[in-house]
């Protein structure tokens, strides 16, 4: 149920894109974006409900890809801020979208 | 409005003793959940409670047990802790499950020799 997350981790440097991928193999009805810094909290970053819907920050943008069960966040001309580990949630129809279950993380370095 | 705050920070136990996290929120919100982090792992939903007075189990149940005290608070209680339940454990809240964004606490740092 945990959905996937890929790649595991990535190296950038400044001002350079990249592209978080996560997957699930049952249908979803929201996606949710965080990072999460060493030793803090995660933090929201976007969420995507299914027919369209998006709520998150002016610098981030994401896809969702209800047929695929799939959604994609776009980081670009990334900044040193960047750095943490990203994680997706899902939340399912079938559960009443009652709970978020996340991927393991993608790790993202940005380097001057 | 302080958000969602989780007593203790840190704790350190030894196997078998019980202990109680605490969590609070001030938004109002709905919806409470318990997730443990270890390395490597992710966020793994230890349980949640979708609205007052309701609670139910996530992926990784076993040992622990919640109290939906009232709206603004949540506890997680481990009965008998063991070196596996060694963790950082977080508390989160939104105001409508998985239509809404969630919000961290700062997390309890818990160590079981």
């Known amino acids: 149920q945990q959905p996937v997350q890929s790649p595991q981790a990535v190296i950038l440097r400044e001002g350079e894109d990249a592209v978080i991928n996560c997957s699930s193999s049952k249908a979803l009805y929201s996606v949710h974006w965080y990072r999460q810094k060493h030793g803090e909290a995660p933090v929201f970053l976007m969420i995507?409900?299914?027919?369209?819907e998006q709520k998150g920050h002016e610098k981030i943008s994401a896809s969702f890809n209800e047929k695929k069960q799939q959604s994609s966040l776009y980081l670009t001309a990334s900044q040193l801020s960047y750095s943490g580990t990203y994680f997706c949630g899902t939340a399912f129809p079938r559960t009443s979208y009652d709970k978020v279950i996340f991927g393991p993380g993608t790790s993202l370095s940005v380097i001057p | 409005n302080a958000g969602v705050t989780q007593t203790p920070k840190f704790q350190v136990l030894k196997t078998g003793q019980s202990m109680t996290l605490q969590c609070a929120q001030d938004?109002?919100?709905?919806?409470m959940y318990w997730y443990r982090q270890d390395p490597g792992m992710g966020l793994r939903l230890i349980y949640y409670?979708?609205?007052?007075?309701?609670?139910d189990k996530g992926e990784v149940p076993n040992g622990y047990n919640v109290s939906r005290l009232n709206k603004r608070e949540f506890s997680l209680r481990l009965e008998s802790a063991a070196p596996s339940q060694t963790s950082v454990y977080f508390c989160a809240s939104n105001r409508d499950r998985g239509r809404t964004e969630q919000y961290f606490g700062p997390g309890t740092r818990l160590t079981v020799t």
């Open positions: 938004m109002n919100h709905n919806s």
């Open positions: 409670s979708a609205s007052e007075g309701t609670t």
């Open positions: 995507l409900l299914k027919g369209g």
